[in-house]
């Protein structure tokens, strides 16, 4: 892929650069831990990655991270998997994420946003009353150390205050949102065996009311670890038989007690997608994910005391836990619980303004439904606080930035951002004092040795090729749980490049540092020996307006051919004829090119997707491949089943 070198989009001005958090960093790193003084973030990330015990070590002390007992070295062990990190300290992650209530107790730590879009406000100090009071009912319940507490919650106060409390014990947090249904929660609980269930009776969305208490109903039944149910009464309900009701564990006025934990001890439980086979059950630390939120919150976002941190997410998404971890920074964060474009399509944006956001988080895919409906966020709102749009879950495309550009300020820092629930963290995305390409992130991330490289492991440079980290990131898992030997967490990043973790995407690392993701390399396209990922297709299809959703597969065919389909989701009156294919075929080629047009382009009614809204490729180009439903994919990882039949018997007939 060429990646000549054309103007910026956007350069950070040098009072920006002076006053970003990174820039006052670098210079007392290069004080007290010979970081380079000079040569900006290039020279700071090689420094980074070349020294990364000095690195990590000046991390914690530049944000005061407190340890109760003093660490021994560093990095231990640094293989891959199983690097030891801050071997012999002791902390914890809840202790650290309520150091604000001492210097602002007035001020507001959270936002609570619903479809009304009015912001309610929770004090530092009322945080902190209730972790104490629920961290002090979780001991008396017999909650220890170790033992998992789960979440069945919408993106609201309680649900930030239950994992605060359950950090502060050294008990371990998993949460699912609430429109998961009941076989895709227990897939994931049920591995973990929870002993405390905090639910809802239901949830508001798209301005409708969504019953839950069934469904709960069937995970107390099915959940036999459970000792307690705590029920937060969202619509109205009194708690069900058997369940305590949140008002009355967070009613004392107990002063936290944090448990001082080893530093990798577990905090939280995330999961894959799964969309084989049950969900990983992906284990992180403490520390791990204390020492790595600093840096992305505090370094990266550039957020701290005075800023207002709003990305719209769900409890079921990493996103969630990395918005928590504002708090760390003394940001304020914004919860919003509702659907993301209710009443219209301009939702977010209205919130963004309501709540003075200063950094707002979003998906590729609403900035790009928001272009299409035709949104105008700077007309029709006040974003004058808002200095930067990030974006993630998919390559933002470059349509994406120039509309942002365009129609929510010229001034704006566009931080397109690619990590992983595995990590909980960007590999790769915002610098404040670098300047943004179109369609490219702005570069890897600190301590982040982020690397393209070929099948035999050579480094590429402006060439695709897979998405390797070559050294320990502290937020890497410290285990899957029920993996006996860690041999599923080995066969999941190392079995490809042994002792380098590969994250099953193509990347292009430019020649000025800057990086392109392309899309998935475990469902990636092989056209005449040219790679390619499947975001550059959409971002080329889904321009054209009768369009509203696409999905590309590429499949081997036995007799060594190759059959790559496109299917297409239609905008609402139009219609698949001759010259809708042969303006799809042809925006392809001029854009991309010949070998990127589709052998076959078929209308579906709808897109399939994980519940965390993710294409569904790899299970799609199994089943077209002819494996069995039951064996493509987990049917609880998905969002609308149904839709996956016709690719089954589209494979039939092709047999």
């Known amino acids: 892929m060429p990646t000549a070198n054309p103007l910026p989009l956007w350069q950070p001005d040098p009072q920006r650069i002076a006053q970003a958090r990174i820039t006052q960093f670098q210079a007392w790193a290069a004080e007290h831990h010979g970081a380079p003084a000079d040569g900006g973030y290039p020279a700071l990330h090689r420094w980074s990655v070349d020294e990364l015990e000095s690195f990590w070590k000046a991390v914690t002390e530049w944000f005061g991270v407190r340890f109760s007992t003093p660490y021994t070295r560093v990095l231990g062990d640094r293989s891959m998997p199983g690097a030891q990190w801050f071997t012999g300290a002791t902390l914890n992650y809840a202790e650290h994420a309520l150091r604000t209530a001492d210097d602002r107790p007035d001020e507001p730590a959270l936002l609570h946003v619903d479809e009304t879009h009015d912001p309610s406000p929770v004090t530092w100090a009322e945080l902190r009353r209730q972790v104490g009071s629920l961290a002090a009912e979780l001991r008396a319940l017999g909650v220890h150390p170790g033992d998992r ?184 964060i914004v919860l919003y619980d509702g659907s993301p474009g209710y009443p219209d399509t301009g939702a977010q944006w209205r919130v963004a303004e309501r709540t003075r956001a200063t950094l707002y988080g979003t998906s590729a895919a609403y900035v790009m ?55 909980c963290s960007c590999f790769a995305g915002a610098v404040p004092t670098l300047p943004v390409y179109i369609g490219e992130l702005q570069a890897p991330g600190l301590g982040t040795d982020l690397q393209s490289w070929d099948p035999s492991g050579k480094p590429l440079i402006d060439e695709v090729g897979e998405l390797v980290v070559t050294n320990p990131m502290p937020s890497m898992p410290i285990r899957f749980w029920n993996d006996p030997g860690g ?123 994980t519940l965390t809204g993710k294409r569904i490729e790899v299970p799609v180009k199994r089943l077209l491949q002819g494996t069995p439903l039951e064996k493509a994919v987990n049917p609880g990882s998905v969002d609308d089943l149904a839709l996956l039949g016709f690719y089954e018997e589209l494979a039939r007939k092709r047999a």
């Open 149 to 332: 507490i789960s979440g069945y919650l919408p993106n609201v106060p309680q649900a930030v205050v239950a994992l605060l409390a359950t950090a502060a014990v050294g008990a371990v947090w998993t949460s699912c949102a609430p429109d998961f249904g009941a076989r895709s929660v227990l897939d994931r609980f049920q591995q973990v065996e929870p002993v405390v269930l905090f639910t809802i009776d239901g949830y508001r969305y798209g301005g409708k009311e969504h019953d839950r208490r069934e469904i709960v109903a069937e995970l107390r039944r099915e959940l036999p670890t459970l000792r307690a149910v705590v029920h937060i009464p969202l619509l109205g309900t009194e708690a069900p038989e058997g369940a305590v009701e949140w008002s009355e564990v967070t009613a004392g006025d107990a002063e936290p007690v944090f448990e001082q934990v080893p530093f990798d001890h577990p905090l939280w439980v995330l999961y894959s997608s799964g969309t084989t086979g049950l969900p990983k059950a992906i284990v992180q630390s403490q520390g791990g994910i204390l020492v790595e939120h600093l840096k992305q919150l505090g370094l990266h976002c550039d957020l701290g005391p005075g800023d207002r941190l709003f990305w719209y997410t769900s409890t079921g998404w990493m996103m969630w836990n990395f918005l928590v971890s504002g708090l760390l920074t003394g940001t304020t």
């Open 369 to 423: 439904a928001c272009r299409k409906a035709g949104v105008h966020p700077a007309r029709d709102h006040d974003l004058s606080r808002v200095r930067c749009v990030a974006t993630t879950g998919s390559p933002l495309p470059p349509d994406g930035f120039r509309w942002l550009h365009d129609e929510v300020g010229a001034d704006l820092w566009i931080a397109s951002v690619s990590g992983g629930t595995d990590v």
């Open 487 to 609: 041999s599923r967490y080995h066969d999941s990043y190392f079995d490809t490049y042994p002792g380098v973790w590969r994250h099953g995407d193509w990347i292009t690392l430019t020649a000025r540092g800057s990086v392109i993701i392309h899309g998935r390399s475990d469902s990636t396209l092989n056209r005449q020996g040219v790679r390619m990922g499947s975001a550059d297709i959409y971002e080329v299809v889904e321009r054209l307006p009768e369009i509203k959703e696409s999905l590309v597969i590429g499949v081997e065919q036995p007799d060594g051919g190759y059959w790559m389909p496109l299917f297409v989701q239609l905008a609402p009156g139009a219609t698949l004829d001759g010259d809708l294919r042969d303006r799809v075929k042809q925006a392809l080629r001029d854009q991309l090119s010949p070998r990127h047009v589709p052998d076959e382009i078929m209308e579906v009614p709808a897109i399939p997707h």
